[in-house]
């Protein structure tokens, strides 16, 4: 039912997917990806800094589902950053998540010495053990930064991106570069009141949908793989029932009314943020903003 998109190098990857940023109880992690695979969630986004690569992994082990037919992502993140130290981050994820491979390997944070750790990644990459690379949270100056000094230009940048930040020009930007985008918390965790707009509830009721499955349908009409997250299967569900209908013009429209043109989770160039990723590991504060 979910729709396949072809990176950059001929990869097909899932258009939705199921994140599990924040859900660290080992055996609920588990069960919640079991219950995501059995509703139909094939692509699994998880990271090192989120501490549940075990518990992803037994879920995969356990699952029907036949491995070639899941698509596995996992981050490094900036203590991680590298050659050497996303070399040995690469090998410590794929012995938790217990795979022989992953489907897409990215940088977390665009901090640190990422441009070695990017020579570890296109190693990884050209050796097999990769199936597409691509980073995070990268905003328009620094991927074209990267994309100049790079044998592989990233297949995909997962970055905050909602109906409150919209980042147009940074998807110009991309779109040029031919790096697929990716939005992690499409959703905005529910911050500012994202559920309850005025707007996103009159459209929702015009297609006998709800709020978020009307923002996960934007997102995916303009080409961005989404992720959402919920331990709840109804919720699971009702995410991954957006593939039978479609916004039209004027829905977009009203939609692109909504944009407030800054983040709501994170901003890479604010220095209580930068100041809250680097200590994310000791003290996991979601958001300064």
């Not at 059995?38 to 518990?55: C, F, H, M, P, V």
């Not at 053990?129 to 044998?151: E, S």
């Not at 919920?230 to 991954?240: C, F, G």
Request: glycine fraction near 6%.
């Amino acid at each position: 039912m979910v729709s396949n998109v072809k990176l950059s190098n001929g990869t097909l990857m899932p258009m939705e997917g199921f994140g599990v940023f924040q859900v660290t109880d080992p055996a609920v992690c588990e069960q919640t990806i079991i219950e995501a695979i059995k509703t139909g969630y094939r692509l699994i986004d998880t990271a090192s800094s989120y501490q549940n690569e075990e518990a992803v992994g037994r879920a995969i082990q356990k699952s029907a589902v036949p491995r070639g037919e899941l698509f596995i992502t996992t981050k490094a993140y900036i203590q991680q950053m590298g050659y050497d130290k996303t070399m040995q981050a690469f090998e410590e994820s794929l012995q938790k998540l217990g795979l022989d491979y992953l489907d897409l390997y990215l940088i977390h944070m665009p901090f640190g010495d990422y441009y070695g750790s990017w020579r570890a990644m296109e190693e990884l990459y050209k050796a097999g053990k990769i199936r597409a690379i691509g980073v995070c949270n990268f905003m328009p100056d620094r991927l074209l930064d990267l994309c100049n000094n790079v044998k592989i230009i990233p297949q995909v940048n997962q970055i905050e991106r909602h109906p409150h930040y919209q980042r147009l020009g940074d998807m110009q930007v991309m779109k040029e570069l031919g790096v697929q985008p990716q939005a992690w918390a499409p959703f905005a965790e529910g911050l500012k009141g994202m559920f309850t707009e005025p707007v996103l509830m009159e459209i929702a009721a015009k297609h006998s949908k709800t709020p978020a499955q009307v923002i996960l349908r934007w997102n995916v009409q303009q080409d961005v793989i989404v992720i959402p997250k919920s331990v709840h299967k109804e919720r699971m569900a009702e995410n991954l029932n957006i593939w039978d209908f479609e916004l039209d013009a004027e829905d977009i429209e009203k939609i692109s009314g909504l944009d407030k043109d800054c983040p709501s989770m994170l901003d890479t160039r604010k220095i209580s943020e930068v100041k809250r990723v680097y200590d994310y590991l000791k003290n996991p504060v979601l958001t300064s903003l």
